[in-house]
């Protein structure tokens, strides 16, 4: 049964470390304490904040609400009907994420690899679309169960019903605040692809001479990538990227890459060149530093910290002028990959 909780401080349910208040507070463990809090005044006449791990977001004042913080636990997996190769697997909102990369590597389930270490829970990956090193989660999305919180109804999401894009679905716009995710399911697959083309991938396995990698090799190089430019939320407060890579048209990229040579870019569909987000901001001389009490993360810029008494207007404030400092140089406007309250 759900506990409901009032004036409860969420420091330690967001990884910026921001110390705000939920008027109203409640964890849910399984759908049927969602259905009976659904039934409580309180959900009903408030509004309401959905938490996963916390790690995507940016509080700039106390919340004015109900707070739900989402726990459903398990995972299982089952062979596809349809191809022998493949496997099925369904995890609870409330896991955390690298949990459930870790258990699919261990029973070498492929796919999910390039996603290690990625902060947060199983929940929030399809309203994000979270990716890294060349996958996203829509490559490996099969579905998701989600509870519709004006009838009570539960439903099934297939791939179609999501429009997932960059960093994006249908959760974070046409149905934005309608719906609560509860669990998962990944088409994985027995038989490895891997993807080390991306990023620094490439070159450490040639540095430790690993010709055949194994997904577990991907996943932990993927994960050491990431610890040596990442900082750790238990030690020093951030979100991970704080904004998203952004994509432009080629005949503007080939504009700025006449003034500014060593941009760094991928392709990103016809027509289309995604920026590194972290090469902008560090050209424009904001890695590794501090502004009061927030600034950059030393060995990645695109990641915004709370270096112990940052409050999240400070944060925000901050961002503000990455963004026009950012656009008055190159002409391109970040957009935030954080949420802001």
């Known amino acids: 049964m759900y506990l409901l909780q009032e004036n409860k401080s969420l420091k330690s349910y967001n990884t910026f470390g921001i110390d705000v208040k939920a008027r109203f507070f409640a964890e849910i463990n399984n759908e049927e304490d969602l259905r009976a809090l659904r039934l409580d005044p309180v959900f009903k006449e408030n509004q309401l904040l959905v938490l996963g791990g916390g790690s995507n977001m940016l509080f700039t004042k106390d919340f004015d609400g109900l707070v739900l913080k989402v726990s459903i636990p398990g995972i299982r997996a089952a062979r596809s009907a349809e191809d022998e190769d493949q496997v099925l697997v369904t995890a609870g909102a409330g896991i955390v994420w690298n949990d459930l990369v870790n258990y699919c590597v261990e029973q070498e389930f492929a796919g999910m690899e390039n996603l290690s270490l990625i902060p947060g829970t199983v929940g929030a990956s399809p309203i994000q679309n979270i990716g890294a090193y060349g996958v996203e989660l829509k490559d490996i999305f099969e579905s998701c169960t989600a509870f519709e919180i004006a009838t009570g109804e539960f439903k099934i999401f297939d791939f179609e019903d999501c429009h997932f894009a960059y960093r994006d679905s249908i959760f974070k716009n046409d149905l934005k605040g309608q719906y609560l995710i509860t669990a998962v399911t990944f088409r994985l697959n027995t038989q490895a692809r891997i993807n080390s083309q991306y990023g620094a991938i490439q070159s450490v396995l040639a540095e430790r001479g690993i010709r055949r990698p194994t997904i577990a090799d991907i996943s932990k190089i993927v994960a050491e990538i990431r610890v040596s430019k990442l900082p750790d939320p238990s030690t020093i407060g951030n979100a991970g990227s704080f904004f998203k890579n952004p994509i432009i048209g080629k005949a503007e990229y080939e504009s700025i890459i006449q003034t500014f040579p060593d941009l760094i870019s991928y392709p990103a569909g016809k027509e289309k060149v995604k920026l590194a987000a972290g090469w902008l901001i560090e050209s424009c001389g904001f890695k590794g530093i501090v502004d009061g009490n927030t600034g950059t993360w030393k ?17 925000y404030s901050f961002s503000e002028k990455i963004i026009d400092t950012v656009e008055a140089k190159f002409g391109v406007k970040l957009e935030r990959e954080v949420n802001i309250l």
């Open 299 to 315: 060995n990645q810029a695109l990641v915004l910290v709370n270096h112990g008494q940052a409050t999240g207007t400070e944060v």
